[in-house]
């Protein structure tokens, strides 16, 4: 099963930019959907971004659409959030997600592969 190993998360200010990163163990990274999610202190694990296996179709939650950019790179087993104009409340523990499922995918329970997750967290 594929083990995924997300990178690139930390403290920052409102405004700026991070890019997560999220490594995949297999070199059959291209038959697996991707997701981010991200989970608050307090807070049920909520959706913010998924890709296709190709990279052709994404999707996105309100509160990142405009701001959040995910992207993968099959070549590298790598899937990437790029995430711009951070917010407060964008502080969270990000997670990627895999699934062999087709399309997107949007819920959580869609999703067999879970990374550790890493911090994110905006100043204000």
């Known amino acids: 099963q594929v083990q995924l190993v997300e990178s690139g998360g930390g403290l920052v200010q409102a405004g700026d930019s991070l890019r997560l990163s999220c490594a995949a163990s297999?070199?059959?990274?291209?038959?697996?959907?991707m997701g981010w999610f991200r989970q608050a202190p307090g807070k049920e694990r909520e959706f913010v971004a998924t890709?296709?296996?190709?990279?052709?179709?994404?999707s996105y939650a309100d509160s990142v659409k405009g701001r959040f950019t995910i992207s993968r790179d099959n070549a590298k087993n790598t899937a990437y959030l790029q995430m711009n104009s951070l917010k407060p409340e964008d502080t969270a523990v990000y997670y990627c997600?895999?699934?062999?499922?087709?399309?997107?995918?949007?819920?959580?329970?869609?999703?067999?592969?879970w990374g550790q997750g890493t911090q994110v967290t905006v100043s204000s």
């Open positions: 997600a895999g699934s062999l499922r087709g399309g997107v995918r949007s819920t959580s329970e869609a999703y067999d592969y």
């Open positions: 890709i296709s296996r190709g990279g052709g179709t994404t």
């Open positions: 297999e070199r059959t990274f291209s038959s697996y959907i």
